[in-house]
């Protein structure tokens, strides 16, 4: 499904290209199901967020599949190997990527983002960034993976630094990236807080294990009498604006509030007094690391951990799938399946 311009849904086209070869440090993947970003759709309507991305264009950044060939110089994945792909492709050369950090990396691709993804049949990725899929793993759950679990690990864990006996609030608790935090925290040993807007949503972060809450007035008063009346040690939020004053009054005396994205606006107020004397932290959770995908990966991998799948569509049907992922009832992530 190629993107030839910026706009509606008709600025995808399904097209026959040449199949892709392999170049010598690459790896050919035949696509299993590829799921939706927000940046996807973002990258549709326009402009092109991503340095270097350039029309036309396939999206897809989250990609699972079967490798069907390997370059000359590839010894870590061989024709059909079953794989996910980490659309984050450093340089290998500059500070940030020798510091295992390629997400700054001032060359930085991505698979989907600003190189060929995988909402096609088959996508050419360095096989650096490719990653066994066990057997006992569906590859339509690996699919669900790489972007959103990537980054709730990264916030939990890396910035976040979540500790056994914590009080986390998970904001926005039935999206993809709040399903993953949900469950990493409470695989940490903390007890989980999710806010959500409707019923379907609560029920959904309360099967995962999280005790839910509305986003209202009443908020931030029924997170200090759950907690005890202190407040949490620890919030995730990637919502910005709207949930920005209950994050902030939320947290107990000394917490750590993760922001990982801004899906609601960018633009915030608030009292520098308060937050000094409070000694709350402000964190961003900023790009994730190889070592995070890879813990990520292992985590989900040795079992307890699942991923929440809303929809599937036909690769043709990419069109309706971008549709599906503006709607406010999104549960999980929608998959594509050539």
Not at 248 to 267: M, P
Request: hydrophobic share 45%; net charge neutral.
């Amino acid at each position: 499904m190629v993107q030839t311009g910026f706009g509606g849904p008709e600025v995808v086209r399904l097209r026959h290209l040449p199949d892709p070869e392999p170049g010598p440090t690459e790896a050919v993947i035949r696509v299993h199901a590829a799921a939706l970003n927000h940046l996807d759709l973002l990258q549709r309507k326009g402009p092109g967020l991503l340095p270097g991305f350039r029309l036309p264009h396939v999206a897809g950044m989250d990609v699972a599949g079967q490798v069907v060939a390997v370059g000359s110089d590839v010894t870590t994945v061989r024709p059909g190997d079953r794989v996910l792909v980490d659309p984050t492709v450093g340089c290998g050369a500059c500070p940030a990527c020798a510091g295992g950090q390629p997400g700054y990396c001032p060359r930085l691709a991505v698979v989907g983002g600003n190189r060929p993804g995988g909402f096609a049949e088959y996508v050419a990725v360095p096989a650096a960034v490719v990653h066994p899929v066990p057997a006992h793993v569906d590859l339509a759950d690996a699919a669900a993976l790489p972007t959103a679990w990537s980054l709730a690990w990264h916030a939990v864990h890396r910035v976040g630094a979540v500790r056994a006996g914590e009080w986390v609030l998970v904001q926005a608790g039935a999206s993809a990236v709040s399903i993953a935090a949900i469950q990493l925290a409470r695989r940490a040993g903390a007890r989980v807080l999710a806010v959500a807007r409707t019923e379907a949503k609560r029920a959904v972060a309360a099967d995962l294990g999280a005790d839910v809450l509305d986003l209202d007035e009443r908020t931030v008063a029924e997170v200090r009498e759950r907690t005890g009346g202190h407040g949490v040690d620890l919030v995730v939020d990637h919502v910005g604006t709207a949930t920005w004053p209950v994050s902030l009054a939320s947290l107990r005396t000394g917490g750590r509030l993760v922001l990982l994205g801004n899906t609601s606006g960018d633009q915030v107020t608030f009292s520098l007094a308060d937050v000094y004397h409070r000694g709350l932290r402000l964190l961003g959770a900023g790009a994730y690391a190889p070592a995070d995908f890879a813990a990520m990966l292992d985590a989900f991998y040795t079992g307890g951990l699942r991923a929440v799948r809303a929809t599937e569509y036909p690769l043709a049907d990419l069109p309706e799938a971008y549709a599906r992922q503006e709607s406010r009832d999104l549960v999980g992530k929608i998959l594509v399946r050539p």
